[in-house]
């Protein structure tokens, strides 16, 4: 049936004819038949012949049949296919998807390095936690070492540090089968696995002399610290006060307990309590661990500061401020932990501190431009802002001010649009929130301004259900996450204020510029899954 088809179709397809051929047949015949043995090469023929509607129907059979052994192969062939840009969609969602189960498989191994750097840089990957991005990373450099030693840097630039347990990312990079790889890799990485007082866990050159590239130095700074938009995510809520419907002022306690979100299961579990019962604490995030500083209860201010780690759930203590401190605020930024005012008793902290990790020290570093207590604090772009909060006459503020660390340095902003006590402020997408608080005019508000910190404005955004005063909130994925606050009892607006279970999430999107500059924040409150214990003067983190 070949010297039927015209010359030049004999010609081309002649070398291929027990494959192609009968395929060309079948397309002039308009009998052509699909099945899962044969679509690759009736793609391919549909392909050289210009017959869009084979290659669709091709394209919708391959989209049904995507398993993790065969996935990577059909995204090769689709990339290389005209026509076949909804399968290319269809692929990379389903590598994202089932990212873990893709890169236990062989073809995993073989890919191309441009398409490597393309998933490890997704924000869709659905992973558990960012070391089995990393581990996936290091499984296709050991795979050949001789040819791939030069990638590695361009391959870490894709991974989120600042995430990752130290000990744990030695572990694996221990577990390089390649000396050479695993030294290139320990070189590389040697300011991040450094770990406890005085020590590495790799040990290594020191600082004087040092001549690892620059890209080494950098590596920590400029990774992203946010989780994937899709990876599971742990939400941790510490410590914090607790009262309840019907009791009176004098009722109420400082909690050592713990609660963690788990993101995919959709529910609180407890976790392992602070050794110490504190309200009104600080909390934040360095190297994948959890620092929980200062704090009160029972009017007993504490100085002292406890770590925990997630993979082993246990909360140890580090070194204690210089200063007992409540109603602090505490951010971790550039590789460093800084607690910012709060109240020490009998006046304002008027000083920062910031925590070496690797010395197990604080140290002061600068005085605070406008001394305060219970206010917002946390890091964007490597700044630190504080908004809001009490002065010394116990008067609510609305001022805002900008910190640079690396100049230690203090820059006035534009004040907020409400003068807010008891507020939280979390970034997201680049903005601000400032959340909910106490002024003595309204109460508790449930109001929320976002600050754009191009235009140099705070904007309107969507209110809360219920005014949270006192309440705890992070950001991530185009979502604000807010939990607990105190409001008082909704049938009696004049009994002691309660502390809250609920949890809000508002989701939004970042309009268009208005014509007067500004940029309108959409979006909509849900109501999330309600805490175990309900708590306001909490701290809330999310790894």
């Known amino acids: ?59 919708n059979l391959l989209a049904e049949v995507l398993t993790p052994w065969n996935v990577l192969g059909v995204w090769e062939l689709a990339a290389r296919i005209g026509g076949c840009g909804l399968l290319v969609e269809q692929c990379t969602a389903f590598v994202e998807e089932k990212f873990l189960e893709v890169v236990q498989e062989d073809e995993f191994l073989a890919l191309p390095e441009s398409t490597l750097q393309q998933l490890l840089a997704s924000e869709d990957l659905r992973v558990a936690e960012e070391i089995q991005v990393l581990s996936a990373a290091l499984r296709w450099l050991d795979y050949s070492p001789a040819t791939r030693r030069s990638r590695i840097t361009s391959l870490l630039v894709h991974i989120r540090l600042p995430l990752l347990s130290p000990t744990r990312t030695a572990r694996l990079v221990q577990d390089v089968s390649d000396l050479s790889l695993r030294v290139a890799l320990q070189v590389l990485l040697a300011d991040f696995l450094r770990k406890g007082p005085g020590r590495r866990v790799f040990e290594g050159r020191g600082r004087a002399g040092d001549c690892r590239p620059a890209f080494a130095c950098s590596l920590l700074s400029n990774s992203i610290s946010e989780p994937r938009r899709k990876a ?56 994948g ?88 604090c946390c890091e964007m772009g490597g700044a630190i802002y504080v908004v809001g909060g009490l002065d010394e006459s116990g008067t609510e503020l609305a001022s805002a001010e900008r910190f640079d660390p690396l100049v230690a340095r203090w820059i006035p902003l534009v004040s907020m649009t409400t003068k807010r006590a008891y507020l939280t402020l979390t970034a997201a997408g680049g903005r601000l929130f400032a959340v909910g608080g106490w002024n003595e005019s309204s109460g508790a508000l449930n109001s929320v301004e976002c600050y754009d910190p191009e235009i ?88």
């Open 1 to 59: 049936m070949l010297s039927e088809l015209p010359g030049f179709l004999q010609c081309f397809y002649g070398s291929a004819l027990s494959t192609v051929g009968p395929i060309v047949v079948q397309f002039l015949l308009g009998q052509l038949c699909v099945t899962t043995e044969s679509v690759v090469d009736v793609l391919v023929a549909a392909d050289m012949l210009g017959v869009h509607g084979a290659v669709t129907v091709c394209t």
């Open 232 to 287: 599971r995510k742990m939400v941790y809520a510490v410590g914090g006060f607790s009262r309840w419907i019907g009791a009176r002022w004098s009722d109420g306690r400082a909690l050592c307990a713990v609660e963690r979100f788990d993101t995919f299961g959709g529910h609180w579990t407890a976790d392992s309590s602070l050794h110490q019962a504190r309200s009104g604490l600080a909390l934040t995030t360095l190297h």
């Open 289 to 376: 661990e959890v620092y929980a500083i200062g704090g009160e209860s029972d009017s007993m201010i504490f100085a002292s500061v406890e770590r925990f780690d997630p993979g082993r759930h246990q909360w140890t203590n580090v070194a204690c401020l210089h200063h007992p401190r409540m109603g602090l605020g505490a951010v971790a930024c550039n590789g460093a932990i800084y607690a910012l005012g709060g109240w020490v008793g009998a006046e304002i902290g008027r000083t920062v501190e910031r925590f070496d990790p690797d010395e197990n020290k604080w140290e002061e570093v600068v005085e605070m431009a406008t001394p305060r207590y219970h206010f917002g």
């Open 456 to 543: 140099e404005c705070w904007i309107s955004v969507p209110p809360m259900t219920v005014g949270r005063a006192s309440c705890s909130a992070v950001g991530f994925s185009g979502r604000l996450f807010i939990a607990g606050g105190r409001a008082p009892p909704p049938h009696d607006p004049e009994a002691p204020a309660i502390s809250l279970n609920s949890v809000e999430v508002f989701e939004f999107v970042i309009g268009k510029r208005t014509g007067g500059g500004q940029e309108a924040v959409c979006g909509s409150w849900s109501i999330g899954s309600s805490l175990i214990t309900g708590r306001c003067e909490a701290g809330l983190v999310i790894l």
